[in-house]
Nanobody, 120 residues
Framework: QVQLVESGGGLVQPGGSLRLSCVVFGISSIFSLYGVDWYRQVPGKRRERVATFVRSGTSDPTYLDSVKGRFAISKDNTKNTVILQMNSLKPEDTAVYSC??????????WGQGTQVTVSA
C-alpha cells in the first residue's frame, strides 16, 4: 500500500523560505521517487502542478512558470523522501501543497496536504 506523508508547511513572511517533505511508503524502488511530484491548490481555483521530475531522471525537473528560479524539487533516496525547497516566497504562493505519486500502472496516490501561508 503506497502512502505519502507531507510535512513542513506553515506561516512565513514574504521573501522567506520553507522546506516541504514528502515521505513515500510502500514503493519497491528508490527510482520510483521520480514518479512523485508536487501540486498546490487554492480554494475555488484549479489545482496546479508546481514541480515534477522527468520520470527517467535524465533531464532536469520541470516547474510551474511562476515558481521557476525560486522552488526546487529534490529527493533523498536514503529516506524515501521528496523535498520541495521554496525560497523567496510570495503571498500568491499561499495554498495547500500536496505530493502526488503515479505508479507504472497509472494508479495515483495523494498525500494529505500541508498548508503554506505567506503573509506579513
Amino acid at each position: 500500500q503506497v502512502q505519502l506523508v507531507e510535512s513542513g508547511g506553515g506561516l512565513v513572511q514574504p521573501g522567506g523560505s520553507l522546506r516541504l517533505s514528502c515521505v513515500v511508503f510502500g514503493i519497491s524502488s528508490i527510482f520510483s521517487l521520480y514518479g512523485v511530484d508536487w501540486y498546490r491548490q487554492v480554494p475555488g481555483k484549479r489545482r496546479e502542478r508546481v514541480a515534477t521530475f522527468v520520470r527517467s531522471g535524465t533531464s532536469d525537473p520541470t516547474y510551474l512558470d511562476s515558481v521557476k528560479g525560486r522552488f526546487a524539487i529534490s529527493k533523498d533516496n536514503t529516506k524515501n523522501t521528496v523535498i520541495l525547497q521554496m525560497n523567496s516566497l510570495k503571498p500568491e504562493d499561499t495554498a495547500v501543497y500536496s505530493c502526488h505519486y503515479t505508479d507504472h500502472s497509472g494508479a495515483e496516490y495523494w498525500g494529505q496536504g500541508t498548508q503554506v501561508t505567506v503573509s506579513a
